[in-house]
């Protein structure tokens, strides 16, 4: 099934500060989640119908949240696991 894929701006941002070879891998991961948008975690309490996809490049470990339907996947964030529940939290609100 193809999806449409949006991105957010917070997640636009975070995108545009990544290496090339990470954006090749982020490019993967996102084909990925196309194909079978459950393999993320879905979380719970504030960020109920957000899931996350967890990756690795190289040493360093990303973490995609993103919310799909049946129509369309919305990439809403993307970073290291520092801070980033806290800033998907106050982006959303």
């Given at each position: 099934m ?14 545009n ?7 090749t891998?982020?490019?993967d991961?996102?084909?990925?989640i ?16 957000v899931?996350?996809?967890k ?32 800033d998907?939290k106050?982006?959303?609100?």
């Amino acid at each position: 099934m193809n999806r449409q894929v949006y991105q957010s701006h917070l997640f636009e941002r975070n995108k545009n500060r990544l290496t090339k070879s990470e954006i090749t891998v982020l490019d993967d991961e996102i084909r990925r989640i196309c194909a079978a948008p459950e393999i993320g975690e879905v979380k719970k309490g504030d960020l109920t119908g957000v899931s996350v996809h967890k990756f690795k490049v190289r040493d360093k470990l990303f973490l995609l949240a993103y919310e799909y339907d049946e129509m369309n996947i919305i990439l809403l964030a993307l970073g290291a696991h520092e801070n980033f529940y806290r800033d998907l939290k106050r982006y959303l609100s």
